[in-house]
C-alpha cells in the first residue's frame, strides 16, 4: 500500500510544468517499465533556485518526482547531488517494494539536470 505521504504527492503533484528558460534539463527513461521524466532547473551562486518536472509515469514515480523538487529547492548543486532514491522514498514515508525502482527515475533526472547545467557553464567558460 501506499502511505498519505505517496497519495498527496501523487493527487497534488508540486512543481509542475516546465521552465522554457532553464539553466538544466535532464531527461531519464526507465528501461523496466518505459516511463519518461523530464526535469527542469534554473540556478543562480550554485543554488537551485527554481525547478519543475513533467513525468509520464506511475503514481510512484509522479509522487517522487513531486517530492525532489521540494527536497531540491533551494539547495546547493552539491547538496542536490547528493540527494539518493532512498532519501526520496524516506521522505514519502516508503514506497511498496516493487515500486522501489520507480524512485529511480527522479533522483536519475535531478543528476542529469545539474550535468547538463555544469555542460552548459564549462562551455560558456
Ligand atoms: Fe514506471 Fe514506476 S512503473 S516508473
Known amino acids: 500500500m501506499y502511505s498519505e505521504k505517496v497519495m498527496d504527492h501523487f493527487a497534488n503533484p508540486r512543481n509542475v510544468g516546465e521552465i ?9 527513461g526507465n528501461p523496466q517499465c518505459g516511463d519518461v521524466m523530464w526535469l527542469y ?3 543562480k551562486d550554485n543554488i537551485i533556485t527554481d525547478i519543475k518536472f513533467k513525468t509520464f509515469g506511475c503514481g510512484a514515480a509522479i509522487a517522487t518526482s513531486s517530492m525532489i523538487t521540494e527536497m531540491a529547492k533551494g539547495k546547493t548543486l ?6 539518493s532514491r532512498q532519501d526520496v522514498a524516506t521522505s514519502l514515508d516508503g514506497l511498496p517494494p516493487q515500486k522501489l525502482h520507480c524512485s529511480n527515475l527522479a533522483s536519475d533526472a535531478l543528476r ?3 550535468k547538463d547545467y555544469e555542460a552548459k557553464k564549462a562551455a560558456k567558460a
Open 112 to 114: 542529469e539536470a545539474i
Open 41 to 43: 532547473i534554473k540556478v
Open 20 to 28: 522554457p528558460d532553464a539553466d538544466g534539463i535532464g531527461k531519464v
Open 78 to 83: 552539491d547538496e542536490a547531488k547528493k540527494i
